[in-house]
Nanobody, 121 residues
Framework: QVQLVESGGGLVQAGGSLRLSCAAS????????MGWYRQAPGKQRELVGT???????NYRDSLKGRFTISRDNAKNTVYLQMNSLKPEDTAVYYC???????????????WGQGTQVTVSS
């Protein structure tokens, strides 16, 4: 019913920047909160940040100042701008969206496939 397609991952040098995108498509009626998560090697998946439908972001404290979440509701897309990247940012990054479909007036969580971000020192 709903698909989230991520793009923008890759290999970058420490101190560099990447911009991740995640576009939702399908039988979408409304999208509530969208967010980004990441899972580093050997660690559990953790929240990076979220953004409400009105555009209010909420970040993991340790990432404030380097990462910026934004969204374009007209495009059903959420972005993650990552600056001053560090090797410890290396992880698989997943996008998430709470989506109500045209047939079900209830929000469900949908996930992207994940995109690898590798930061070299």
């Amino acid at each position: 019913q709903v698909q989230l397609v991520e793009s923008g991952g890759g290999l970058v040098q420490a101190g560099g920047s990447l911009r991740l995108s995640c576009a939702a498509s399908g039988s979408i009626f409304s999208i509530n909160v969208m967010g980004w998560y990441r899972q580093a090697p050997g660690k559990q998946r953790e929240l990076v940040g979220t953004i409400t439908s009105g555009g209010s972001p909420n970040y993991r404290d340790s990432l404030k100042g380097r990462f910026t979440i934004s969204r374009d509701n007209a495009k059903n897309t959420v972005y993650l701008q990552m600056n001053s990247l560090k090797p410890e940012d290396t992880a698989v990054y997943y996008c998430n969206a709470q989506v109500a479909t045209t047939t079900t007036p209830r929000f469900f969580n949908y996930w992207g496939q994940g995109t690898q971000v590798t930061v070299s020192s």
